[in-house]
């Protein structure tokens, strides 16, 4: 089945330098998602990436669509403290209506 | 404001009790998902509904069962926990299956 792979699985960084967390699909995707969990929270949508190549920036954070559809990435310039949280990255099934999840990357910032 | 609300934050059972973990969402979504999240294994799709009576099977539907009697509400059934089911559960709903999801606060189920 289609798998969706984030790497790094935790990330320490010290507060003002960037971060990034990769995602890769065995298979094309039509659309793929960001979300974020905070510690003991919930995880909250950020955006979606819909077309090839596509770039879309909120404040700090840059998201990325591959040309082949199949890798994304979430860059953060000069992260902070409630940039803490793990991040994932999701697409929709082969088979079925649903996403499929990547396995998240932990973000520790060090203020 | 969007809002998806599970029964409890915690829940602790013992093995081989029947136990109900309840969502209710008030945004008129026709899908729903019900999630379990285990560290370093992300979020696992168990079972999912996009209609009321309706239900798909997710990644690991094995030991669970689900319904959906009425729109806004989905629950997950474990029909005798057992202590691999401790985890966090994760209710989610959604206007359409690959639109974005919004998730409750989560249930920590202990099964002792």
């Known amino acids: 089945g289609q798998q969706v792979m984030q790497i790094p699985q935790y990330q320490h960084v010290q507060e003002g330098e960037d971060f990034t967390t990769y995602c890769n699909s065995s298979t094309t995707l039509s659309n793929i998602q960001w979300y974020k969990q905070r510690p003991g929270g919930h995880p909250v949508f950020l955006i979606q990436l819909v077309k090839s190549g596509e770039v879309k920036k909120q404040k700090r954070l840059t998201f990325q669509f591959g040309e082949a559809k199949k890798n994304s990435s979430l860059h953060i310039t000069a992260t902070q403290t409630t940039d803490v949280g793990t991040y994932f990255c999701?697409?929709?099934?082969?088979?079925?209506?649903?996403?499929?999840f990547g396995g998240g990357t932990r973000l520790m910032v060090k203020p | 404001d969007v809002k998806v609300t599970q029964s409890s934050r915690y829940l602790v059972k013992r093995t081989g009790e029947k136990v109900f973990l309840e969502c209710v969402q008030d945004?008129?979504?026709?899908?729903m998902f019900w999630y379990r999240q285990d560290p370093g294994l992300g979020l696992r799709l168990i079972y999912f509904?996009?209609?009321?009576?309706?239900?798909e099977k997710g990644d690991i539907p094995e030991g669970y069962s689900v319904s959906r009697e009425k729109k806004e509400r989905f629950s997950l059934i474990l029909e005798s926990a057992s202590t691999n089911q401790t985890s966090m559960y994760l209710c989610?709903?959604?206007?359409?299956?690959?639109?974005?999801?919004?998730f409750g606060p989560g249930t920590r189920l202990t099964v002792t």
């Open positions: 509904s996009y209609d009321v009576k309706m239900k």
């Open positions: 989610a709903s959604a206007t359409g299956a690959y639109n974005e999801q919004y």
């Open positions: 999701a697409g929709p099934g082969v088979a079925g209506n649903m996403l499929t």
């Open positions: 945004m008129d979504h026709e899908n």
